[in-house]
């Protein structure tokens, strides 16, 4: 065991780049600038934004991409309450973000310092972890402790602050060991052996592949597991991509088929809410796996409930050695539907129309989009339209917002995108009342040479919320933006680059100009108020 010497920011970066943390994002504050230090002296790259809810988005991203801790640094009270959002939606999303918060000092404590006040009753009901640090000669082990916990399943966002004479003191001879080992509860066998009997002896069973499936490492598992027992795959999160669309047992057109058909459904990694029925399939029975027990849902009573290691379970799914039933019929009635599927929407895809419906615009999106981009969403029905029809080719290539649906994500997911792959395709496909939330950090892409992307879907209504209220009340009100706003200028006065489209004929050399750009460039699309996104899911 080797000893450091430091300041609080010294330690507590070491602590995390034990755990590979090779960057941090922050807005400028002066309760955290020995992290700055710390980073300035090791070489850990300082992304910095203009707002904290930027950074912390933009930790989420790397920490979802890269399967380890992101950082968000962020300075005392404001900086910290703006930061909330983002460790909510890390949260829900099982995403190990850090966020190391400032805090006033303690040795003045409700005297009214600057920005005192306590944090933590405001972080903790979205973290896994929250605690203030009040000694520097534990901030390398507490440290290291609220990453293990990030990275632990069920993974999640911790918080600490350190109180401003615990960040600025020096420490000596502080033991510094290697970072442990993450932790995995192994599954019941007896709950595995129930599962895996389920899918096989099921004549249509179906898979859903969801997030936690790429976070935890278990995408070769999956579809081993698939292949082996002969199962239909669907995906939803960051399990897109998990099978290739060509793939033979992947699936995405034919859900209601699927859903409505299948008399076993085993839904691995990913909750049983609103995106899937809330885990009701009619008769099928439910087999749910999850990393941890705190996932298992609480509303209803799956069939098999096996939690814990997702490719040790996947991996036993694989291995079955019992009788296995024959799936082929089921695979080509949904292979049929499947077909039929992409046949209908090919008109839309290709939809000649002014102004341009959304789906013309991925159509087209289609054609450029190379096998590893990274796609991000940040919107409403804009993006729902993303989610329909763009086919991750890779997993962990797809961010959006996930089950808790916060706006304003875009920019921040950005950063972290393109810091993990500086030379993929960065592709963020944002509806217009997304873009009022975080456009101005375009500002710190361009500063810091990020280039990216922005397809803006400009209807100029908050399309999610209209259609619904017209159809409820016969009118609607607060859900009107300026009809044809140049995102594009905004962009260009940022610094970048970009033009509005308002033929579908000019979307092609639209998109072939922003990824030749290596600015961030923005497309800003004018499309179809009146195209309402056909939503069939029940939100509540």
Known sequence: MTQIDGHGGDLALAALRGFGVEELFTLSGAHVFPLYDAAHKTGVRIVDVRHEQSAVFAAEAVAKLQRRPGLAVLTAGPGVTNGVSGLTSASFNGAPVVVIGGRAPQFRWGSGSLQEMDHLPIVRAVTKHAETIFSTDEVYARMQAAALAALTPHRGPVFVDLPLEVVFSQADGVEAADAPVVPHEEADPEEVARAVQLLAAAQRPVIIA?????????????????????????????GRGTLPPSHPLA??????????????IAVVGTPLDFRLGFGDFGGAQVVHVTDAPSQRAGHVTPAAAPSGDLRTILAAFASYGGLVADHEEWIEA???AEDAGRAREQQALEADT??????RV???????????????????DFVSYAGKYLEPSQPGTWLDPGPYGCLGTGMGYAMGARVTYP???????????AAGFSLMD???????????????GNNGIWGLEKHPMRNIYGYDVAADLQPGLRYDDVVKALGGAGETVEKPADLAGAFERAFASGVPYLVNVLTDPEDAYPRSSNLA
């Not at 592709?427 to 009342?433: A, Q, S, Y």
Request: with cysteine; glycine share 12%; aromatic share 6%.
């Open 210 to 238: 969801g997030s936690d499936v790429w976070a935890g490492h278990a995408t070769a598992a999956l579809r081993e597991a698939a292949e082996a027992l002969r199962v239909p795959v669907f995906a939803n999160g960051m």
């Open 251 to 264: 699936f995405s057109r034919a859900r209601k088929a699927a859903f409505g058909g299948a008399d076993v």
């Open 334 to 336: 949904l292979r049929a």
């Open 354 to 359: 002014d102004p341009i419906k959304p789906s």
């Open 362 to 380: 991925y159509g087209e999106l289609r054609k450029v989009l190379a096998d590893d981009a990274v796609t991000i969403g940040d919107g409403g």
């Open 423 to 433: 030379d993929r395709q960065i592709c963020v496909l944002m509806g217009d009342g």
């Open 442 to 456: 375009v500002e710190s892409l361009v500063r810091q040479q990020l280039p990216v992307v922005i397809v803006v």
